[in-house]
């Protein structure tokens, strides 16, 4: 099917030349090309299903083409002429001889408009080879899109083949690939049919894990790939077609599967299994606390501590052990996870093990520090500080402390400790904001914690809530505990839209709060000189207000200023002595302080749902009625749009990343991008929910009675990759 203008140095290339070059495997320039699209086993190539299709089954009489029509049409050329004229070009004029059968059900038109008979197809770039086929007298089928054109309809750079006299029509549609400029779509095609019709796809799965009535899987492949005439291509398109549900299921399962697995593998590992003590130091620092629990925090540190005490599982080097707690706690922003942290980090040093928090930032280490420092110091607790910016005999003597066992608490950046800390005995770790963490920094992060047989178990901490048949799915070996309450007496934060134009009247706002001794965040897109130059850089807004708000201390904070000066800078506005800070999104994480009750996110467009959901969580944590303004700079983009309605329309953190994910797609969402594997291509999370209880039924069924299955389910989809699902 040579429908595409092939280039010179293709155009005598058949398909054995092709086959075999795909064969040999020698590193051809199309060879590096399909490896670096991920197609290297049989199977691969198997499922690079298409993302659209033609239709190239039907023929349409020239005559009834219409304006905007995509159609094949077979004609004899009349005319064959290189213009010069202006823009040099090939023009071919093509005669109809398909006498108006099998044409589209819209022939014919109305009255007497009958169409001309006659087609122009116009070239502007083109081969030798084009004109050799297109040489008068030749039979052709030509297929695009036909447009009016100053002679009539055209075809600009339609694709085209030369053709006898009835020669048959393809009965299946033509698959179109998802491919790269260095892979002629002509090539891909050809390379995945000759690999689909060689990969082994015989059913592995027994009856009872496939929900009735699914295809079988070389049944949906074959169909998907070259689907009948007569199928709806909408179906196909959207991905509800049956076909697309056994490939979905089977997904699915691969992934539920790994998950279940290192889930299992998990329950055979130890870590020590820590007592708690009545009148301990959980107790006292439950004590101390200057607020009590809500009932939520209660309960998730229940969780959390019925997870360190766990069942007993014998002895290692005669310390007694349990299965590692494996926890995801998740909360709102503001909901309090901090001192469910700590209460964690008190079982451990209690029972004399080290507990390490860390935190995907400087900033946000520091405010877990200082924390975690204001309430532990006062029991006794060394806590060492670890970041990037500590160096030198500060930082080396905080490694000994930690080394030596002397620190019980170390609090730093994930890099700092994941790279340069030696553990004396290393029982909990408690990771912040883990979504932001990459798969591969995470696995590591496993690596380096285990030690003699013993793992610490591990607390991961994120205010960005997965919806539920997220959390099923890609953290199917994660337990969870929800924060789902804020504590008391916190305002509802009122949300308001602006248009940039209104930026006047923000600052009138702003300087409204300050004259009343509120405190005000004016957040700004990241500084960065290579990006759009309209955007409005932190340090011309910090310049326009400290000019338009007099007699009020206006400070400034973005991610390229030395860790020192930020935290002076940030010193100041905990302890009131500024009355509005402007900032990149460098507080968008951890910063806490109560007498905050106006923000100002500047370019809201241009941020991300999750994090203006966290930004606003700045504001509301005091008593004061707090509001959180959006500036927008129109036009909006619809993502863009439907971002700033969900601000307005709910605070609810779930309900946001419910709709961050329907806006992103899932692999956006976990970042999944960092690791360079998409976890799921074909199963949408916000569609397939079914299918996801369905593939983790039958998961839990192979593992317990086909575990060779569940292996060779897995290696067969998921290669290589399935490591990183466990981390
Ligand atoms: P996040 O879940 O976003 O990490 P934090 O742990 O920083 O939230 O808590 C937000 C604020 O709420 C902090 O100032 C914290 O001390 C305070 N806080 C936490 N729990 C309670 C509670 N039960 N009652 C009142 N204030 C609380
Ligand atoms: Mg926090």
């Known amino acids: 099917m040579a429908l595409t203008p092939e280039p010179p140095h293709a155009s005598k290339r058949g398909t054995g030349a092709l086959g075999a070059a795909v064969a040999q495997k020698e590193k051809s320039g199309p060879q590096r090309a399909l490896e670096k699209l991920g197609l290297r086993r049989d199977i691969d190539f198997a499922l690079h299903l298409p993302m659209r299709y033609e239709d190239e089954t039907r023929l349409v009489a020239i005559s009834s083409l219409r304006d905007g029509s995509i159609a094949q049409v077979e004609g004899v050329v009349s005319d064959c002429e290189v213009q010069a004229r202006g823009r040099r070009q090939?023009?071919?004029?093509?005669?109809?001889?398909?006498?108006?059968?099998?044409?589209?059900?819209?022939?014919?038109?109305?009255?007497?408009?009958?169409?001309?008979?006659?087609?122009?197809?116009?070239?502007?770039?083109?081969?030798?080879?084009?004109?050799?086929?297109?040489?008068?007298?030749?039979?052709?089928?030509?297929?695009?899109?036909?447009?009016?054109?100053?002679?009539g309809l055209e075809m600009v750079h339609p694709v085209f083949k030369v053709v006898t006299e009835g020669a048959p029509l393809p009965t299946a549609l033509?698959?179109?690939?998802?491919?790269?400029?260095?892979?002629?779509?002509?090539?891909?095609?050809?390379?995945?049919?000759?690999?689909?019709?060689?990969?082994?796809?015989?059913?592995?799965?027994?009856?009872?894990?496939?929900?009735?009535?699914?295809?079988?899987?070389?049944?949906?492949?074959?169909?998907?790939?070259?689907?009948?005439?007569?199928?709806?291509?909408?179906?196909?398109?959207?991905?509800?077609?049956?076909a697309w549900q056994r490939l979905k299921f089977e997904e699915l399962l691969a992934q539920q599967l790994s998950?279940?697995?290192?889930?299992?593998?998990?329950?055979?590992q130890r870590a020590p299994r820590f007592v708690l003590r009545p009148?301990?130091?959980?107790?006292?620092?439950?004590?101390?606390?200057?607020?009590?629990?809500?009932?939520?925090?209660?309960?998730?540190?229940?969780?959390?501590?019925?997870?360190?005490?766990?069942?007993?599982?014998?002895?290692?080097?005669?310390?007694?052990?349990?299965?590692?707690?494996?926890?995801?706690?998740?909360?709102?922003?503001?909901?309090?996870?901090?001192?469910?942290?700590?209460?964690?980090?008190?079982?451990?040093?209690?029972a004399g093990w080290q507990c390490a928090l860390m935190a995907p930032t400087e900033i946000l280490a520091e405010q877990h520090l200082r924390k975690l420092v204001g309430w532990l110091a006062p029991l006794g607790i060394t806590v060492a500080w670890l970041t990037g910016s500590r160096k030198g005999k500060a930082r080396s003597k905080m490694l000994e402390l930690v080394a030596s066992g002397e620190a019980a608490l170390v609090v730093g950046t994930h890099a700092v400790i994941q790279e340069q800390v030696q553990?004396?005995?290393?029982?909990?770790?408690?990771?912040?904001?883990?979504?932001?963490?990459?798969?591969?920094?995470?696995?590591?992060?496993?690596?380096?914690?285990?030690?003699?047989?013993?793992?610490?178990?591990?607390?991961m901490m994120s205010a960005t809530p997965i919806p539920r048949t997220l959390a099923m799915t890609l953290f199917a070996d994660l337990d969870v505990s929800t924060i789902d309450t804020l504590p008391p007496g916190r305002t509802p934060i009122v949300t308001k839209l602006f248009a940039d134009a209104k930026r006047e009247a923000v600052i009138a706002r702003v300087r409204d709060a300050a004259a009343q001794g509120r405190q005000v965040y004016w957040v700004c897109p990241l500084i960065d000189e290579s990006e759009a130059l309209d955007l409005q850089n932190a340090t011309a807004t910090h310049q326009h207000l400290s000019g338009a708000l007099p007699g009020h201390v206006v400070g400034l904070l973005h991610g390229r200023m030395p860790g020192a000066e930020k935290a002076a800078v940030m010193a100041r506005f905990n302890a009131g002595q500024m009355a509005v800070l402007v900032s990149t999104t460098v507080i968008e994480v951890g910063v806490d302080v109560p007498n905050?009750?106006?923000?100002?996110?500047?370019?809201?467009?241009?941020?991300g749902l999750s994090q203006l959901h966290q930004l606003r969580g700045r504001v509301g944590r005091g008593t004061a009625a707090s509001v959180c303004v959006l500036l927008y700079t129109a036009p909006l983009s619809e993502t863009g749009k439907a971002r700033l309605k969900a601000m307005l329309e709910t605070g609810d953190?779930?309900?946001?990343?419910?709709?961050?994910?329907?806006?992103?797609?899932?692999?956006?969402?976990?970042?999944?991008?960092?690791?360079?594997?998409?976890l799921l291509r074909f199963a949408d999370l916000t569609l397939d929910e079914a299918l996801v209880h369905a593939a983790r039924a039958a998961a839990t069924l192979l593992l317990d009675q086909y575990p060779q299955v569940a292996v060779d389910h897995v290696v067969r989809w998921l290669g290589g990759r399935s490591e990183y699902l466990k981390a």
């Open 90 to 151: 090939l023009v071919v004029r093509l005669r109809d001889v398909s006498g108006g059968s099998g044409g589209s059900g819209g022939s014919g038109g109305s009255g007497g408009s009958q169409g001309s008979h006659e087609l122009v197809l116009r070239f502007l770039h083109f081969y030798p080879s084009h004109q050799k086929a297109l040489a008068r007298g030749n039979r052709v089928r030509v297929r695009g899109e036909a447009r009016g054109g100053f002679f």
């Open 653 to 678: 953190g779930f309900e946001i990343a419910r709709r961050d994910l329907e806006i992103r797609g899932p692999g956006e969402f976990l970042g999944a991008r960092q690791s360079g594997a998409p």
């Open 174 to 242: 033509t698959p179109v690939y998802p491919t790269s400029a260095q892979l002629p779509q002509l090539y891909l095609r050809k390379a995945v049919a000759a690999q689909l019709a060689r990969t082994d796809l015989t059913e592995l799965l027994p009856r009872e894990a496939v929900p009735d009535a699914m295809l079988s899987l070389r049944d949906a492949l074959n169909f998907l790939h070259h689907p009948p005439a007569d199928v709806s291509i909408e179906t196909l398109e959207d991905r509800s077609h049956p």
């Open 259 to 268: 998950q279940l697995q290192a889930k299992r593998e998990r329950e055979l």
């Open 596 to 607: 905050a009750s106006l923000m100002v996110i500047e370019h809201a467009e241009r941020f």
């Open 279 to 350: 009148q301990g130091l959980q107790d006292r620092l439950l004590a101390a606390l200057p607020f009590t629990l809500t009932e939520a925090q209660r309960r998730v540190g229940d969780e959390i501590a019925s997870d360190l005490q766990g069942k007993p599982r014998g002895e290692v080097a005669g310390m007694p052990t349990t299965v590692p707690m494996h926890r995801l706690l998740q909360g709102d922003v503001g909901s309090g996870k901090t001192v469910v942290a700590a209460l964690a980090a008190a079982i451990a040093i209690e």
């Open 423 to 459: 553990f004396a005995k290393l029982g909990l770790a408690i990771v912040d904001e883990q979504h932001r963490f990459g798969v591969q920094q995470r696995l590591a992060l496993r690596d380096k914690l285990r030690s003699g047989g013993i793992e610490p178990h591990t607390l």
